[in-house]
């Protein structure tokens, strides 16, 4: 055999010869007027790196490649990078947290009204780090009406104090307001969690502390920050789409300690059979992964402060300095790589300061507070990828014990650098 003939062979034989990547579950129901979200695992990843993800209508051969790639005119969105909660998990294989928007569920919802078939596909290609052929690992999205068929999992989370108060200042020793929470959610299935408070000295969450326990790899389950119970939840969610959760007693809300606390909702995993992984299906391990619960997003907290109200000391005169802006400066195009802290000069007589960033438009993107003395707040991962390359306007308020408004600046434009 000649030595061409038999490299022409290897190359004929190459894609044969790359180890298959699956997908558990390989198909799943979404729902067809909202948002959908699906707890995946792809296993026997080998050799090969995840790289983007496509939804669409159509799929064609992915020749000279592997698997099937989205056909070209039928892409319906691609998957924002806010919502990317992908991990690599445990040996060769890969969790993926597939947030369908409500943007592409409607327009294969559109397709699908038009007399295209009522389904679309989710598409994962993974390069070859070894020179190999692309794979191309495709999920078939089946729309329904996002009842009890659908993976349960949340599509949003409102917390809120009873009452007008964003954050509500709470003397020594009273008991804050009541809380809820606002649950959109698909699917039907067991809500199943706890309340914790974050006291003032507690570690401050990280932002995968914020996920529910269904968004995490299995084997980090369990591993998330802990903190103060304040009580448990354990109720059954009808395919209604929306549920008003009721927080802990307001009793057992820690006031003792000034300064400011966090209440965190944390939900757990449970058992949903529509969203179930199979690992020994794709070649990860034994067993199977329950995802009830799952979330795209990281949950929201709630923040009081203690130190306000009769037992608060009053304010000094506003007019002993004036609170101004330090940085970043104006029109400065902020790092994207790099941590971003927002500067402000101290005001005498205040108890808080209140840092507000909106868009241009005047909606706001975030509200931070920081009790008095401390003039220095650091940004948030998230925000760089929230407020994208648009320009963002920031201020801060100086707030007397009660949380009234005493004094304000002026707002100043920023914008954060072009993504490299």
């Not at 009873?162 to 709470?170: N, S």
């Not at 929470?181 to 969450?205: C, F, M």
């Not at 003792?256 to 209440?263: A, D, H, M, P, V």
Request: net charge neutral; proline share 8%.
């Amino acid at each position: 055999m000649t030595t061409k003939l038999m490299v022409a062979i290897c190359l004929l034989a190459a894609p044969a010869l790359a180890q298959e990547i699956k997908v558990s579950p390989k198909g799943v129901n979404v729902n067809s007027q909202g948002a959908t979200t699906v707890f995946l695992t792809f296993g026997a990843l080998g050799a090969y790196r995840p790289a983007e993800t496509t939804w669409c209508g159509a799929l064609i051969p992915a020749t000279p490649d592997l698997g099937l790639k989205c056909a070209p005119g039928t892409v319906y969105g691609s998957l924002p990078a806010r919502y990317d909660q992908s991990r690599r998990s445990g040996d060769g294989a890969f969790t993926d947290i597939m947030s369908i928007p409500t943007s592409v569920a409607r327009r294969a919802y559109q397709a699908a009204a038009a007399g295209e078939e009522s389904r679309f596909f989710y598409v994962r290609r993974f390069v070859s780090t070894t020179g190999g052929p692309d794979q191309f690992i495709d999920v078939t999205c089946r729309l329904t009406g996002g009842g009890a068929r659908v993976p349960f999992a949340l599509t949003d989370v409102k917390l809120s104090f009873a009452g007008e108060a964003l954050v509500p200042f709470v003397s020594s020793g009273a008991a804050p307001p009541p809380i809820k929470a606002e649950i959109s959610y698909n699917g039907t299935g067991r809500l199943k969690g706890r309340w914790e408070v974050v006291q003032p000295g507690d570690a401050p969450p990280e932002e995968r502390d914020l996920l529910t326990e269904a968004t995490l790899p299995v084997e980090e389950r369990g591993l998330q920050r802990r903190y103060a119970e304040l009580g448990r939840f354990n109720v059954f969610l009808p395919p209604t789409g929306r549920f008003s959760l009721p927080g802990p007693d307001p009793a057992r809300i820690p006031s003792r300690g000034e300064g400011q606390y966090l209440i965190l909702l944390r939900v757990e995993a449970t058992d949903d059979r529509e969203a179930d992984s199979d690992l020994a299906a794709v070649g990860a391990g034994a067993g199977v992964v329950h995802s009830g619960g799952v979330a795209g997003f990281s949950l929201p907290v709630l923040r009081y402060l203690v130190g306000g109200g009769a037992n608060a000391q009053p304010a000094a005169p506003a007019a002993a300095s004036t609170l101004a802006l330090l940085l970043p400066e104006e029109g400065k195009a902020l790092p994207r790589r790099e941590p971003v802290d927002f500067v402000w000069r101290e005001m005498a007589g205040t108890a808080f300061y209140r840092l507000e960033l909106e868009d241009v438009a005047g909606k706001l993107i975030l509200s931070a507070l920081s009790p008095a003395g401390v003039t220095r707040y650091r940004a948030p991962s998230w925000l760089k990828d929230k407020a994208g390359e648009a320009i963002v306007r920031w201020r801060v308020l100086a707030l007397d014990p009660a949380g009234a408004p005493i004094s304000e600046t002026a707002r100043r434009s920023v914008r954060f650098a072009l993504a490299p």
